[in-house]
Protein backbone atom coordinates (compact mmCIF):
# COMPACT_ATOMS: atom_id res chain seq x y z
CA UNK A 1 0.00 0.00 0.00
CA UNK A 2 2.79 2.29 0.97
CA UNK A 3 4.80 1.64 -2.38
CA UNK A 4 1.42 2.53 -4.17
CA UNK A 5 1.25 5.91 -2.50
CA UNK A 6 4.86 6.86 -3.05
CA UNK A 7 4.16 5.90 -6.60
CA UNK A 8 1.38 8.42 -7.02
CA UNK A 9 3.28 10.43 -5.27
CA UNK A 10 6.61 10.39 -7.49
CA UNK A 11 4.11 10.35 -10.62
CA UNK A 12 2.32 13.30 -9.55
CA UNK A 13 5.36 15.48 -9.06
CA UNK A 14 6.99 14.70 -12.43
CA UNK A 15 3.80 16.18 -13.98
CA UNK A 16 4.06 19.28 -11.86
CA UNK A 17 7.80 19.61 -13.05
CA UNK A 18 6.79 18.67 -16.61
CA UNK A 19 3.88 21.84 -15.96
CA UNK A 20 6.74 24.27 -14.78
CA UNK A 21 8.55 23.08 -18.05
CA UNK A 22 6.23 24.48 -20.15
CA UNK A 23 7.13 28.13 -21.15
CA UNK A 24 4.51 30.97 -20.63
CA UNK A 25 4.19 33.57 -23.42
CA UNK A 26 5.25 36.03 -20.82
CA UNK A 27 8.35 34.12 -19.68
CA UNK A 28 9.42 34.08 -23.49
CA UNK A 29 8.85 37.74 -24.00
CA UNK A 30 10.96 37.93 -20.47
CA UNK A 31 13.62 36.08 -21.67
CA UNK A 32 14.25 38.09 -25.75
CA UNK A 33 14.24 41.36 -23.45
CA UNK A 34 17.09 39.90 -21.01
CA UNK A 35 18.54 38.52 -24.15
CA UNK A 36 18.33 42.43 -25.75
CA UNK A 37 19.62 43.88 -22.75
CA UNK A 38 22.91 41.58 -22.52
CA UNK A 39 23.48 42.12 -26.45
CA UNK A 40 23.30 45.78 -25.42
CA UNK A 41 25.53 45.62 -22.85
CA UNK A 42 28.33 44.02 -25.33
CA UNK A 43 27.54 46.01 -27.93
CA UNK A 44 28.57 49.42 -25.12
CA UNK A 45 31.39 47.44 -24.10
CA UNK A 46 32.88 46.76 -27.37
CA UNK A 47 32.17 50.69 -27.87
CA UNK A 48 33.88 51.93 -24.97
CA UNK A 49 36.94 49.38 -26.02
CA UNK A 50 37.35 51.18 -29.05
CA UNK A 51 36.89 54.16 -27.79
CA UNK A 52 39.84 53.53 -25.34
CA UNK A 53 41.71 52.16 -28.57
CA UNK A 54 43.54 55.03 -30.13
CA UNK A 55 42.50 55.67 -33.95
CA UNK A 56 42.87 57.86 -36.78
CA UNK A 57 40.55 59.05 -39.41
CA UNK A 58 41.86 58.60 -42.86
CA UNK A 59 39.33 60.28 -45.61
CA UNK A 60 40.14 58.19 -48.86
CA UNK A 61 39.17 59.44 -52.66
CA UNK A 62 37.12 57.11 -54.19
CA UNK A 63 36.48 57.20 -58.17
CA UNK A 64 35.85 53.30 -59.81
CA UNK A 65 34.53 54.60 -63.75
CA UNK A 66 33.42 50.50 -64.47
CA UNK A 67 31.02 50.08 -61.15
CA UNK A 68 27.42 52.23 -61.33
CA UNK A 69 27.07 54.37 -58.21
CA UNK A 70 30.90 54.92 -57.64
CA UNK A 71 31.69 57.25 -61.29
CA UNK A 72 31.12 60.07 -59.05
CA UNK A 73 34.45 60.81 -57.56
CA UNK A 74 34.23 61.14 -53.42
CA UNK A 75 35.58 60.48 -50.08
CA UNK A 76 35.19 57.65 -47.61
CA UNK A 77 35.84 58.15 -43.97
CA UNK A 78 37.49 55.19 -42.33
CA UNK A 79 38.68 54.94 -39.00
CA UNK A 80 41.63 52.90 -38.12
CA UNK A 81 43.48 51.72 -34.89
CA UNK A 82 46.85 53.42 -34.60
CA UNK A 83 49.93 51.89 -33.28
CA UNK A 84 53.62 53.49 -33.00
CA UNK A 85 55.57 53.61 -36.02
CA UNK A 86 52.02 53.27 -38.41
CA UNK A 87 52.33 54.68 -41.99
CA UNK A 88 49.84 55.48 -44.56
CA UNK A 89 50.46 52.16 -45.90
CA UNK A 90 49.85 50.32 -43.11
CA UNK A 91 46.50 52.76 -42.50
CA UNK A 92 45.27 51.77 -46.17
CA UNK A 93 45.96 48.34 -46.03
CA UNK A 94 43.99 47.91 -43.08
CA UNK A 95 41.28 49.70 -43.98
CA UNK A 96 41.04 47.66 -47.26
CA UNK A 97 41.40 44.36 -45.33
CA UNK A 98 38.77 45.11 -42.50
CA UNK A 99 36.32 47.70 -44.10
CA UNK A 100 36.25 47.86 -48.11
CA UNK A 101 38.23 45.00 -49.97
CA UNK A 102 37.57 47.16 -53.09
CA UNK A 103 39.75 49.90 -51.78
CA UNK A 104 42.61 49.99 -54.67
CA UNK A 105 45.68 51.63 -54.54
CA UNK A 106 49.85 50.44 -55.82
CA UNK A 107 52.42 48.78 -52.91
CA UNK A 108 55.03 46.55 -53.39
CA UNK A 109 58.57 46.47 -51.03
CA UNK A 110 57.08 48.42 -48.45
CA UNK A 111 60.74 49.83 -48.04
CA UNK A 112 60.64 53.13 -50.14
CA UNK A 113 62.40 50.97 -52.85
CA UNK A 114 59.97 50.23 -55.75
CA UNK A 115 57.79 53.32 -56.12
CA UNK A 116 54.91 52.19 -56.40
CA UNK A 117 52.88 54.08 -53.53
CA UNK A 118 53.51 57.54 -54.10
CA UNK A 119 50.48 59.25 -52.71
CA UNK A 120 48.87 62.87 -52.23
CA UNK A 121 48.46 63.13 -48.23
CA UNK A 122 47.47 66.34 -46.73
CA UNK A 123 48.42 68.59 -50.16
CA UNK A 124 51.41 67.11 -50.43
CA UNK A 125 53.56 64.38 -52.48
CA UNK A 126 54.77 61.32 -50.32
CA UNK A 127 55.42 57.83 -50.36
CA UNK A 128 52.83 55.64 -48.22
CA UNK A 129 55.43 53.51 -47.06
CA UNK A 130 58.10 56.29 -45.68
CA UNK A 131 55.31 58.25 -44.16
CA UNK A 132 54.49 58.31 -40.42
CA UNK A 133 51.18 58.43 -39.44
CA UNK A 134 52.53 60.55 -36.20
CA UNK A 135 53.43 63.26 -38.18
CA UNK A 136 50.47 64.05 -40.36
CA UNK A 137 47.50 66.38 -38.84
CA UNK A 138 44.15 64.41 -38.54
CA UNK A 139 42.03 63.69 -40.41
CA UNK A 140 44.76 62.25 -43.43
CA UNK A 141 43.54 63.24 -46.47
CA UNK A 142 44.53 60.69 -48.89
CA UNK A 143 44.40 61.16 -52.91
CA UNK A 144 45.86 59.84 -56.09
CA UNK A 145 48.87 61.46 -57.44
CA UNK A 146 47.22 65.15 -59.14
CA UNK A 147 48.09 65.71 -62.81
CA UNK A 148 47.42 62.44 -63.67
CA UNK A 149 45.10 60.44 -64.86
CA UNK A 150 43.26 58.70 -62.06
CA UNK A 151 42.46 54.81 -63.30
CA UNK A 152 40.21 53.45 -59.84
CA UNK A 153 40.49 55.26 -56.23
CA UNK A 154 44.42 55.82 -55.69
CA UNK A 155 45.48 54.07 -58.84
CA UNK A 156 46.78 56.90 -61.31
CA UNK A 157 48.22 55.73 -64.92
CA UNK A 158 52.00 56.41 -64.92
CA UNK A 159 52.42 55.46 -68.97
CA UNK A 160 53.20 58.63 -69.80
CA UNK A 161 55.43 59.15 -66.89
CA UNK A 162 57.64 55.95 -68.63
CA UNK A 163 57.65 57.23 -71.96
CA UNK A 164 59.02 60.31 -70.67
CA UNK A 165 61.92 58.58 -68.89
CA UNK A 166 62.56 56.72 -71.95
CA UNK A 167 62.69 59.81 -73.82
CA UNK A 168 66.23 60.73 -72.73
CA UNK A 169 67.20 57.23 -73.78
CA UNK A 170 68.80 55.94 -70.41
CA UNK A 171 71.61 54.14 -71.00
CA UNK A 172 75.21 53.92 -71.23
CA UNK A 173 76.57 54.15 -74.62
CA UNK A 174 80.78 54.07 -74.16
CA UNK A 175 82.87 55.00 -76.68
CA UNK A 176 85.54 52.07 -75.90
CA UNK A 177 84.84 49.11 -73.89
CA UNK A 178 87.75 47.39 -71.74
CA UNK A 179 90.06 44.96 -73.53
CA UNK A 180 89.41 42.29 -71.36
CA UNK A 181 85.48 41.14 -70.97
CA UNK A 182 85.82 40.84 -67.09
CA UNK A 183 87.59 43.96 -67.12
CA UNK A 184 85.54 46.82 -65.72
CA UNK A 185 84.31 49.99 -66.44
CA UNK A 186 86.11 51.71 -63.59
CA UNK A 187 84.83 55.54 -62.61
CA UNK A 188 86.71 58.23 -59.88
CA UNK A 189 85.44 58.10 -57.07
CA UNK A 190 85.02 62.19 -57.48
CA UNK A 191 82.86 61.70 -60.37
CA UNK A 192 80.76 58.76 -58.37
CA UNK A 193 80.05 61.19 -55.66
CA UNK A 194 79.03 64.07 -58.59
CA UNK A 195 76.51 61.44 -59.87
CA UNK A 196 75.70 59.34 -56.92
CA UNK A 197 72.50 61.27 -55.98
CA UNK A 198 71.08 60.95 -58.92
CA UNK A 199 70.78 57.32 -59.26
CA UNK A 200 68.48 56.95 -56.07
CA UNK A 201 65.70 57.74 -57.80
CA UNK A 202 62.90 55.57 -58.09
CA UNK A 203 60.53 56.47 -60.91
CA UNK A 204 57.61 56.95 -58.21
CA UNK A 205 56.75 60.25 -60.09
CA UNK A 206 55.97 62.61 -57.15
CA UNK A 207 58.57 65.17 -58.67
CA UNK A 208 56.17 65.26 -62.05
CA UNK A 209 52.91 65.62 -59.86
CA UNK A 210 54.35 68.66 -57.79
CA UNK A 211 55.69 70.43 -61.15
CA UNK A 212 53.49 73.25 -62.42
CA UNK A 213 55.04 73.08 -65.49
CA UNK A 214 54.41 69.65 -66.42
CA UNK A 215 50.85 70.11 -65.62
CA UNK A 216 50.39 72.39 -68.49
CA UNK A 217 52.91 71.44 -70.87
CA UNK A 218 52.29 67.66 -71.61
CA UNK A 219 55.47 67.40 -73.58
CA UNK A 220 58.02 68.75 -70.87
CA UNK A 221 60.61 65.77 -69.79
CA UNK A 222 60.16 66.71 -66.05
CA UNK A 223 61.73 66.82 -63.59
CA UNK A 224 62.65 62.49 -63.03
CA UNK A 225 63.64 61.90 -66.97
CA UNK A 226 66.20 65.11 -66.81
CA UNK A 227 67.85 63.36 -63.46
CA UNK A 228 68.30 60.46 -65.23
CA UNK A 229 69.69 62.37 -68.19
CA UNK A 230 71.90 63.98 -65.90
CA UNK A 231 73.21 60.76 -64.66
CA UNK A 232 74.31 59.46 -67.83
CA UNK A 233 75.40 62.63 -69.04
CA UNK A 234 77.65 63.51 -65.85
CA UNK A 235 79.09 59.92 -65.78
CA UNK A 236 82.64 60.15 -66.82
CA UNK A 237 82.55 56.95 -68.97
CA UNK A 238 79.69 58.10 -71.28
CA UNK A 239 81.16 58.60 -74.85
CA UNK A 240 81.86 62.29 -75.84
CA UNK A 241 79.52 61.46 -79.00
CA UNK A 242 76.61 59.86 -76.90
CA UNK A 243 76.59 62.81 -74.44
CA UNK A 244 76.09 65.48 -77.20
CA UNK A 245 73.24 63.65 -78.52
CA UNK A 246 72.27 63.91 -74.84
CA UNK A 247 72.68 67.09 -74.58
CA UNK A 248 70.41 67.53 -77.58
CA UNK A 249 67.68 66.04 -76.65
CA UNK A 250 67.66 67.65 -73.40
CA UNK A 251 68.11 70.85 -74.25
CA UNK A 252 65.15 70.82 -77.00
CA UNK A 253 61.81 73.35 -76.44
CA UNK A 254 60.15 71.02 -74.07
CA UNK A 255 63.56 70.21 -72.09
CA UNK A 256 65.61 72.04 -69.74
CA UNK A 257 64.63 75.23 -70.49
CA UNK A 258 60.84 74.71 -69.60
CA UNK A 259 61.82 74.68 -65.68
CA UNK A 260 61.49 77.62 -63.79
CA UNK A 261 63.29 76.61 -60.56
CA UNK A 262 60.21 76.45 -58.43
CA UNK A 263 62.10 74.00 -56.41
CA UNK A 264 58.58 72.01 -55.83
CA UNK A 265 60.26 68.62 -57.11
CA UNK A 266 63.20 68.65 -55.00
CA UNK A 267 60.46 69.45 -52.03
CA UNK A 268 58.65 66.55 -52.45
CA UNK A 269 61.41 63.76 -53.65
CA UNK A 270 61.06 60.92 -51.12
CA UNK A 271 65.01 59.93 -51.91
CA UNK A 272 66.52 64.35 -51.19
CA UNK A 273 67.80 64.19 -54.87
CA UNK A 274 68.39 67.99 -55.36
CA UNK A 275 66.40 67.93 -58.99
CA UNK A 276 66.63 71.66 -59.54
CA UNK A 277 70.41 71.87 -59.10
CA UNK A 278 70.81 68.92 -61.72
CA UNK A 279 68.52 70.83 -64.02
CA UNK A 280 70.26 73.87 -63.29
CA UNK A 281 73.58 71.85 -64.53
CA UNK A 282 72.68 70.88 -67.01
CA UNK A 283 71.35 74.21 -68.47
CA UNK A 284 74.71 75.64 -68.03
CA UNK A 285 76.24 72.12 -69.63
CA UNK A 286 74.17 72.51 -72.69
CA UNK A 287 75.12 76.38 -73.11
CA UNK A 288 78.67 75.64 -72.90
CA UNK A 289 78.03 73.00 -75.69
CA UNK A 290 76.81 75.38 -78.25
CA UNK A 291 79.33 77.82 -76.88
CA UNK A 292 82.22 78.60 -80.19
CA UNK A 293 85.16 80.40 -80.13
CA UNK A 294 86.41 81.22 -84.00
Same mark, same amino acid.
Given at each position: ??????????????? @??? !???? !???? =???????Q??????K????????????????????????????? @???????????????????? %??I??????????????S??? %?V??????F? +????? *????T????????VR???????E? &???? &? &?????????? !??????? =?? =?????????? @?????? +???????????????????????A????????????N? %????????????????E?????????? &???????????????????????? @?? *??R????NN *????
Open positions: MSTQIEQQETESESE @QEA !ESAV !ESPG =DRRRAEKQRLDEQQAEREESTLDDEETIRLKVFRYDPEVEGK @QEPRFDDFLVPFHKGMTILD %ALYARDQYDSSLTFRHCRQ %ACGSDALV +NGRQR *LGCKQIADLETPIEPLPHQV &VKDL &V &VDMEHFYDQM !EAVEPYF =DA =DELPENELEE @QRQSRE +NREKVKMSTRCIWCGACMSSCNIAGDNEYLGPAAIK %AYRFAMDEREGADRKQRLRIIEQEHG &VWRCQTMFSCTEVCPKDIPLTEHI @QE *LKEAVK *LKFW
